[in-house]
């Protein structure tokens, strides 16, 4: 009884911070409007990076969510996460191309095999009903198709374990990649060029007669998308399949005793991850404006990977945070890494981004291994020696913010990716739990409450 | 109540369990015993499913539940406690215990009540994480966990695996208790001692075959018994 009334509190608690997110993402998106023009900051301009991080970051947050129901919560290592999300956007994107605009996006097929719309079925793409049911239903079928593959897929892998699992995951996400740029496939797929023409987040934005935004809902629709689609997967893992789920990723020997049916949970617990994977996917496409199979490779299985180890495996929240933190890092905050820059002005915005990371990553990075050491044995030199090579790396940035000229040595395009392997590397050998390990954001927030809980139950 | 005909079990090339026939009647504790590689634990697992047998059939109040999926035979009222615990160590012990009544879809309420009186303990860890657990306190988990699929039968593994000999007799103490709340129990010991003391019937089990049977008191003075598995 006391379990019902706290969870049906959490419930609450949690549609109204949904309630809030939702919000929010509205009223950021349109103050470029209601702030007097002129007065706007650039970050706030509908062609920000930052609504590119918001955008591309909802739709990162579902595929996460959903590689992490399979990999945290069922204990079944996949790496096909790509393959589902391109099923799931070429689904979208040949199902929406407009009647109208099939020969020009099919030209060298001669027209498209597909001789319908679904938004076209509705009243086409510029009525209300058109967009939104057939863009709806396009992306719920795009994840059905992902569904579907992964049963079958399914079918003769899922009798694989762990390591063994990856590898025929990721076989398989090639070869779909591979299939779908297959000439004689053309007029459906359009061969290895991309779709294009598709209804995006962007047409999600109410105009008027004359063409002009009145009220922007680009990042608002991804935002309500995938937060309807982790709530459904939040709801299922805290139902009886969520338990059993869990249940096989601590012991199959006992789930098994205990009369859960692996074969049937495995395959659930697959299906349902590869078509949210497929939800994502389609929404993918509606980010990036097209569907072209060479952009899901292994590399962006790899990309939701790194966010799920990062954000704490096993945890919900901790992998929605790690998405929102990696993709502002990829597509914004980090890009200075990309291009050999010389921090000319003292007061070049890159330049004060650079020195503040510099000083937090040494800083926290040195006193969390003198920490470590203290909690081993008492090997003074190596403290020493931590303490001193941070002294030194700060004198650096000290010196650099005194002279203010210098072009760091190491920065050019793709040093990017070499940070972030670094920093996967620190995060697996220190931080093995991520973020979060397998704690929820509610569960540190109430912790207080919580234990105030289990008082009373004693 | 269940009924073991003639069961042979293969590994490969290698007959664990070479035709073996016995009975549990209805309300009673009855217990195998024998050394290790006897084929006690690949019986409990082909009654519960896990493995198929090569020959023989399984009866369960006079149905044949022979081949079934371990989660048919659980949800005819057969549940095993396996060797060596196994608790979920992540979840916590309320969630191991709602585990075990996977496949019953009513009210819970009552019977993690009944699992918490026998063994207050559990309910004192209610919201521990079971690999926080001693070993013993695991082990009453693991009882309480089958418990709650409501069986008919109990079947369990070497529950006496690595505990302290003041916590086995708890637990045997818990195995009698439950015994005379209803449910038949067929146990799997090397601990013939105990085992014995407690059943009311026992089977001696030597390479895959039954060679001595009687009622626990029996096996307990029979000579050869006391040589091989007593050691006085």
Same mark, same amino acid.
């Given at each position: 009884?006391?379990?019902?009334?706290?969870?049906?509190?959490?419930?609450?608690?949690?549609?109204?911070?949904?309630?809030?997110?939702?919000?929010?993402?509205?009223?950021?998106?349109?103050?470029?409007?209601?702030?007097?023009?002129?007065?706007?900051?650039?970050?706030?301009?509908?062609?920000?990076?930052?609504?590119?991080?918001?955008?591309?970051?909802?739709?990162?947050?579902?595929?996460?969510?959903?590689?992490?129901?399979?990999?945290?919560?069922?204990?079944?290592?996949?790496?096909?996460?790509?393959?589902?999300?391109?099923?799931?956007?070429?689904?979208?994107?040949?199902?929406?191309?407009?009647?109208?605009?099939?020969?020009?996006?099919?030209?060298?097929?001669?027209?498209?095999?597909?001789?319908?719309?679904?938004?076209?079925?509705?009243?086409?793409?510029?009525?209300?009903?058109?967009?939104?049911?057939?863009?709806?239903?396009?992306?719920?079928?795009?994840?059905?198709?992902?569904?579907?593959?992964?049963?079958?897929?399914?079918?003769?892998?899922?009798?694989?374990?762990?390591?063994?699992?990856?590898?025929?995951?990721?076989?398989?996400?090639?070869?779909?990649?591979?299939?779908?740029?297959?000439?004689?496939?053309?007029?459906?797929?359009?061969?290895?060029?991309?779709?294009?023409?598709?209804?995006?987040?962007?047409?999600?934005?109410?105009?008027?007669?004359?063409?002009?935004?009145?009220?922007?809902?680009?990042?608002?629709?991804?935002?309500?998308?995938?937060?309807?689609?982790?709530?459904?997967?939040?709801?299922?893992?805290?139902?009886?399949?969520?338990?059993?789920?869990?249940?096989?990723?601590?012991?199959?020997?006992?789930?098994?005793?205990?009369?859960?049916?692996?074969?049937?949970?495995?395959?659930?617990?697959?299906?349902?991850?590869?078509?949210?994977?497929?939800?994502?996917?389609?929404?993918?496409?509606?980010?990036?404006?097209?569907?072209?199979?060479?952009?899901?490779?292994?590399?962006?299985?790899?990309?939701?990977?790194?966010?799920?180890?990062?954000?704490?495996?096993?945890?919900?929240?901790?992998?929605?945070?790690?998405?929102?933190?990696?993709?502002?890092?990829?597509?914004?905050?980090?890009?200075?890494?990309?291009?050999?820059?010389?921090?000319?002005?003292?007061?070049?915005?890159?330049?004060?981004?650079?020195?503040?990371?510099?000083?937090?990553?040494?800083?926290?990075?040195?006193?969390?291994?003198?920490?470590?050491?203290?909690?081993?044995?008492?090997?003074?030199?190596?403290?020493?020696?931590?303490?001193?090579?941070?002294?030194?790396?700060?004198?650096?940035?000290?010196?650099?913010?005194?002279?203010?000229?210098?072009?760091?040595?190491?920065?050019?395009?793709?040093?990017?990716?070499?940070?972030?392997?670094?920093?996967?590397?620190?995060?697996?050998?220190?931080?093995?739990?991520?973020?979060?390990?397998?704690?929820?954001?509610?569960?540190?927030?109430?912790?207080?409450?919580?234990?105030?809980?289990?008082?009373?139950?004693? | 109540?269940?009924?073991?005909?003639?069961?042979?079990?293969?590994?490969?090339?290698?007959?664990?369990?070479?035709?073996?026939?016995?009975?549990?009647?209805?309300?009673?504790?009855?217990?195998?015993?024998?050394?290790?590689?006897?084929?006690?634990?690949?019986?409990?697992?082909?009654?519960?499913?896990?493995?198929?047998?090569?020959?023989?059939?399984?009866?369960?109040?006079?149905?044949?539940?022979? $081949?079934?999926?371990?989660?048919?035979?659980?949800?005819?009222?057969?549940?095993?406690?396996?060797? $060596?615990?196994?608790?979920?160590?992540?979840?916590?012990?309320?969630?191991?215990?709602?585990?075990?009544?996977?496949?019953?879809?009513?009210?819970?309420?009552?019977?993690?009540?009944?699992?918490?009186?026998?063994?207050?303990?559990?309910?004192?860890?209610?919201?521990?994480?079971?690999?926080?657990?001693?070993?013993?306190?695991?082990?009453?988990?693991?009882?309480?966990?089958?418990?709650?699929?409501?069986?008919?039968?109990?079947?369990?593994?070497?529950?006496?695996?690595?505990?302290?000999?003041?916590?086995?007799?708890?637990?045997?103490?818990?195995?009698?208790?439950?015994?005379?709340?209803?449910?038949?129990?067929?146990?799997?010991?090397?601990?013939?001692?105990?085992?014995?003391?407690?059943?009311?019937? $026992?089977?001696?089990?030597?390479?895959?075959?039954?060679?001595?049977?009687?009622?626990?008191?029996?096996?307990?003075?029979?000579?050869?018994?006391?040589?091989?598995?007593?050691?006085?």
């Amino acid at each position: 009884m006391i379990q019902d009334q706290k969870s049906k509190k959490g419930a609450v608690t949690g549609l109204l911070f949904i309630a809030i997110v939702l919000l929010l993402v509205v009223l950021l998106e349109n103050l470029s409007a209601i702030l007097p023009a002129g007065s706007v900051p650039a970050v706030l301009m509908p062609t920000s990076q930052l609504f590119t991080v918001l955008k591309k970051g909802a739709v990162y947050s579902l595929v996460a969510v959903s590689m992490n129901l399979l990999n945290g919560f069922t204990g079944l290592f996949s790496l096909g996460q790509a393959g589902f999300m391109l099923l799931g956007a070429y689904t979208y994107a040949i199902l929406t191309v407009p009647v109208s605009a099939k020969d020009t996006v099919y030209y060298l097929y001669g027209g498209s095999a597909v001789n319908f719309s679904l938004p076209d079925l509705f009243g086409g793409v510029d009525t209300p009903a058109g967009l939104i049911l057939g863009v709806l239903l396009a992306i719920l079928l795009g994840g059905c198709v992902a569904a579907l593959f992964a049963y079958l897929i399914g079918l003769p892998v899922l009798r694989l374990k762990s390591d063994y699992l990856a590898i025929a995951t990721l076989g398989f996400a090639e070869i779909i990649r591979a299939i779908f740029q297959w000439q004689p496939l053309g007029p459906v797929t359009n061969g290895a060029n991309m779709i294009t023409q598709i209804p995006t987040f962007n047409n999600f934005n109410i105009t008027d007669a004359n063409g002009t935004v009145i009220l922007r809902l680009s990042t608002f629709f991804p935002f309500l998308i995938a937060i309807i689609c982790i709530v459904v997967i939040v709801m299922l893992i805290n139902s009886s399949y969520g338990r059993a789920f869990k249940a096989i990723r601590e012991d199959e020997i006992a789930a098994e005793a205990m009369g859960i049916n692996l074969a049937k949970h495995k395959m659930l617990s697959f299906c349902i991850s590869s078509f949210f994977a497929g939800v994502g996917g389609a929404l993918f496409a509606m980010f990036v404006n097209n569907a072209q199979a060479k952009v899901y490779t292994s590399t962006m299985t790899y990309e939701i990977l790194l966010i799920v180890v990062i954000g704490g495996i096993g945890s919900i929240s901790g992998s929605c945070l790690a998405t929102f933190l990696y993709v502002a890092c990829a597509e914004w905050w980090l890009r200075f890494l990309d291009s050999a820059t010389t921090f000319a002005s003292p007061t070049a915005p890159n330049r004060i981004a650079f020195m503040v990371i510099f000083a937090v990553v040494v800083i926290g990075g040195s006193a969390l291994l003198i920490h470590r050491e203290r909690r081993g044995s008492n090997q003074v030199w190596k403290q020493t020696l931590v303490g001193l090579v941070a002294i030194l790396l700060l004198g650096w940035l000290a010196w650099f913010a005194a002279t203010g000229e210098l072009t760091l040595p190491l920065l050019r395009t793709g040093f990017r990716m070499v940070a972030f392997s670094i920093i996967i590397m620190v995060v697996v050998l220190f931080f093995r739990q991520g973020m979060l390990g397998d704690k929820e954001f509610s569960d540190i927030l109430f912790a207080r409450r919580r234990n105030a809980g289990k008082e009373a139950t004693k | 109540m269940l009924k073991i005909d003639e069961l042979k079990v293969r590994y490969g090339g290698i007959e664990a369990v070479k035709g073996i026939t016995f009975e549990v009647p209805e309300r009673q504790i009855v217990t195998l015993i024998g050394a290790n590689g006897a084929g006690k634990s690949t019986t409990l697992r082909t009654i519960a499913g896990l493995v198929k047998p090569a020959h023989g059939r399984i009866h369960l109040q006079g149905e044949d539940i022979t $081949g079934l999926s371990p989660d048919r035979i659980v949800s005819k009222g057969i549940t095993m406690v396996p060797e $060596g615990r196994h608790v979920f160590p992540d979840l916590t012990v309320l969630e191991n215990l709602k585990i075990g009544a996977y496949l019953r879809h009513d009210d819970l309420e009552d019977d993690i009540k009944w699992v918490y009186d026998l063994f207050p303990r559990l309910k004192e860890r209610s919201w521990q994480a079971a690999g926080t657990l001693s070993g013993g306190e695991q082990q009453m988990l693991a009882v309480g966990r089958a418990l709650m699929s409501r069986p008919k039968i109990m079947m369990m593994d070497e529950p006496s695996l690595g505990l302290a000999p003041i916590v086995v007799k708890g637990i045997f103490d818990i195995i009698r208790e439950i015994n005379k709340q209803g449910v038949t129990i067929l146990l799997v010991e090397q601990n013939a001692n105990m085992a014995l003391k407690t059943a009311d019937r $026992g089977y001696v089990l030597e390479t895959g075959r039954i060679t001595l049977t009687g009622s626990g008191q029996e096996l307990l003075t029979n000579e050869d018994v006391k040589k091989a598995y007593l050691g006085t």
